[in-house]
């Protein structure tokens, strides 16, 4: 086996661009995701370390001795991250001539061939599932015969191997939280809307829903959703438990846990025998049947991604979602005890000032305990980016996602409504939404009944307010 090291690179100071994030950027207030799609592969590699560099706040120089003496290293890279990400691999490839280095997530996924091109200092990239792929590649197999690999031969020459099977076994993946205890400080993991510390981890892969702009499942998921046993996932769980008596929360990463009702039932039923406290994400149309399993059985939180209030939107983008069910699905949680944090998005196809107006009155509406604001970003191998594409919407020559600073852009422009316009609206909807006496009132009630409540609203109030002074579009 060689020794691996499984690295997110050092990158924007406070940026959530790690192998767990779905979008990478700079949040509102400090946020980092655990980095599980590459500790799922680091799992199965004997002897591996990883380092998360933001999350820690580790520089190059703090890495780069360390990386330098490994044989092998795999780096997550995305999108937005990719030119930092090859930055890196230059160095540590000038550091040691003969480290071997390949990328993974899901931008090589669907451009192969333009991350090897971009650099010579990439020796391949594990395409789609690349668990297994790895673990080939670190056993020193022949690169020639490990599916799902695209790699330079001796020549220089990019070869691309046959696609490796999508996993079936689910339960075949090892625990990824034993990786964390390793080798993470889960303290440094934060997300507003969960308790802290927190833990999170996947339950399955896949989302049946073909939400145009959604990254995962467009390029590595799939949409067939696979899970591991109830039995199996409770295991972890014990384990986990016991092994982080600190942790708060746990929150079940998979695109959407509630696909399978009859699975969630169970595995909530399971949960509740271990008496912890849990969330999900979830779809916006869960029987209120189900959502009374899961509450009484240690739920806290759904996570649901509402996108927009128009349903033409919706529509647009696929999300097979109703304004009046998620309406219901609202009132169903607020009435049994189940708190949600709201995601939007501004700037999806068939945006308007007047579509924008009525997603924020949505919002105020249904009214999560909290929400998340962000820009239409159209990842390369969605279907939204190939809207973009054939229908010239991009607002910059180069596609950008993200300031100089890892804020995210309005990558989008329609001829009704400029990049400008998008962009600005987020501000306005943050606003309107926080800044109304109900809200107000109730983030004061939270704080007076709890220290610890006051102290994180206090930080995440200064971090906040900072970010919406700082945040500005760059001339572009």
Not at 127 to 151: H, M, P, Q, Y
Not at 421 to 433: G, K, L, M, P, T
Request: charged share 25%; aromatic share 10%.
């Amino acid at each position: 086996m060689m020794k691996t090291l499984f690295l997110q690179a050092p990158s924007f100071d406070g940026f959530d661009g790690g192998a767990g994030a779905r979008y990478q950027a700079r949040r509102e207030i400090q946020s980092f995701w655990y980095p599980t799609w590459l500790a799922q592969p680091a799992a199965l590699v004997e002897g591996s370390k990883l380092i998360d560099a933001p999350p820690h706040k580790l520089k190059f120089q703090d890495i780069a001795a360390d990386a330098a003496k490994h044989e092998l290293v795999v780096l997550h890279t995305s999108t937005p991250s990719f030119a930092s990400d090859v930055k890196t691999a230059e160095a540590l490839k000038a550091l040691n001539p003969g480290l071997k280095i390949g990328m993974i997530g899901a931008k090589v996924a669907v451009e192969p061939d333009a991350t090897l091109a971009a650099s010579a200092a990439i020796d391949f990239v594990a395409r789609n599932e690349f668990d297994f792929t790895i673990k080939d590649v670190a056993e020193g197999r022949d690169l020639a015969r490990i599916a799902g690999l695209s790699w330079r031969n001796a020549d220089g020459a990019i070869v691309h191997n046959e696609d490796r099977a999508v996993l079936e076994n689910m339960d075949a993946l090892p625990f990824v939280t034993p990786v964390y205890k390793r080798d993470l400080v889960v303290e440094n993991y934060f997300i507003g809307y969960l308790k802290h510390p927190y833990i999170s981890f996947y339950s399955g892969r896949g989302c049946k829903s073909r939400c145009t702009f959604c990254l995962w499942p467009q390029t590595i998921g799939g949409h067939r959703y696979r899970t591991r046993s109830v039995g199996h996932v409770i295991e972890e769980l014990a384990w986990a438990q016991k092994a982080f008596p600190q942790v708060k929360e746990f929150f079940f990463d998979d695109d959407t846990l509630t696909d399978n009702i009859p699975r969630v039932e169970a595995l909530a039923r399971e949960i509740g025998k271990l008496g912890i406290v849990w969330s999900c994400n979830a779809k916006a149309n869960v029987p209120r049947a189900t959502l009374k399993i899961l509450k009484d059985n240690g739920l806290r939180l759904l996570l649901v991604g509402y996108e927009s209030g128009n349903q033409q939107i919706l529509h647009n983008i696929k999300k097979g979602m109703l304004v009046d069910v998620a309406k219901r699905f609202a009132k169903d949680c607020r009435e049994l005890g189940i708190v949600t944090h709201g995601t939007f998005i501004l700037g999806l196809p068939g945006e308007t000032k007047e579509t924008i107006e009525e997603t924020i009155r949505f919002a105020i509406e249904i009214n999560p305990h909290t929400l998340q604001v962000s820009l239409a970003a159209p990842y390369p191998g969605t279907f939204l980016y190939k809207q973009a594409q054939e229908n010239n919407w991009f607002a910059h020559e180069n596609a950008d996602m993200l300031s100089d600073r890892g804020v995210q852009l309005a990558s989008l422009s329609y001829p009704h409504l400029s990049h400008t316009e998008i962009f600005q609206s987020v501000d306005a909807f943050y606003r309107r939404f926080y800044f109304r006496a109900p809200k107000i009132a109730a983030i004061a009630g939270e704080m007076v009944r709890s220290p610890d409540i006051l102290k994180r609203r206090l930080r995440e109030g200064i971090e906040f307010f900072r970010f919406l002074r700082e945040r500005r579009e760059p001339a572009l």
